[in-house]
């Protein structure tokens, strides 16, 4: 579970997040809508522990992130997988590599020991399981885009976390791409059965995957609902939503609910 509470959060003056509060039950995708500059990657280097609040509590599983420094935040961290809008693999590494990199630091998989000689094993059914199979001596730069986000979230996945944090994963794919890396997030989701929180500006994906969409704007939380309910909402961002949609609310739930 994921509690922030009363989160303040500023920058040489520009208070980003005001009082925010947020709660995520496991076992959720849970879309965080926003416009550009709305404070989404602040919030999810928060959830990482990479950024400390002013003020407040950032709690996963009752750990307050904002009070986790060293070796206790990389060790928690293991529960935690981050999707970087860019991707952020290692371009002078291979494709296994980057995808090992993780296992090969910690040796952990799903809280438990690993053996190095399985590492490659691991590296291959993850590769595989991201449509990606037989990739391991690319190197990132002969990568698509899509292919990249795909090996991204490979490297993740394969240390099976508890909680998956998203960061724009469709942001710059075309909208076809974008449906595929959207079923590979529910994909995931599905299998390691934990809790995503995906942060988007993508409309059209979000209700496809989401369980709950919240909105950020100035500073909080300013609804959290179901996708049909958080479309009914008479809010101007939501209008835009609507419009940009034309209206058609079947695409709610159509990649999540099989
Ligand atoms: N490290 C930082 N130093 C100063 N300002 C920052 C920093 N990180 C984020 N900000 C500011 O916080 C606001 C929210 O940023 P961000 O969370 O990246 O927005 P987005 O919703 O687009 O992800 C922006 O005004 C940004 O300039
Ligand atoms: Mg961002």
Do not use: W
């Amino acid at each position: 579970m994921i509690i922030m509470k009363n989160v303040y959060k500023s920058f040489n003056g520009n208070q980003v997040l005001k009082g925010l509060n947020l709660e995520i039950p496991n076992g959720e995708i849970f879309v965080l809508l926003g416009k550009s500059g709305s404070g989404k990657s602040v919030i999810l280097k928060h959830l990482m522990g990479l950024m400390k609040p002013d003020k407040g509590e950032v709690l996963i599983d009752k750990d307050d992130m904002s009070k986790l420094y060293g070796p206790k935040l990389y060790e928690k961290l293991m529960d935690v997988g981050m999707i970087f809008q860019m991707g952020a693999l290692f371009d002078s590494m291979t494709v296994a590599q980057n995808v090992g990199f993780y296992l090969k630091e910690h040796r952990m998989r799903g809280g438990k020991k690993i053996q190095h000689s399985d590492i490659n094993k691991f590296v291959s059914e993850s590769l595989e399981k991201v449509g990606l199979k037989g990739t391991e001596a690319l190197y990132p730069g002969s990568l698509s885009g899509g292919m990249r986000k795909r090996a991204s979230i490979a490297r993740c996945v394969v240390y099976k976390p508890k909680y998956l944090f998203y960061d724009e994963p469709t942001t710059g794919l075309d909208p076809i791409t974008s449906q595929t890396i959207a079923k590979l997030i529910v994909e995931q989701q599905n299998e390691l059965k934990g809790t995503t929180l995906v942060v988007s500006h993508d409309i059209v994906t979000t209700l496809a995957i989401a369980d709950r969409i919240a909105l950020i704007e100035d500073g909080r939380i300013e609804i959290i609902a179901s996708p049909r309910e958080f479309m009914k909402h008479k809010h101007p961002t939501i209008s835009v939503f609507n419009e940009m949609i034309g209206g058609d609310l079947s695409l709610i739930g159509k990649l999540r609910n099989g």
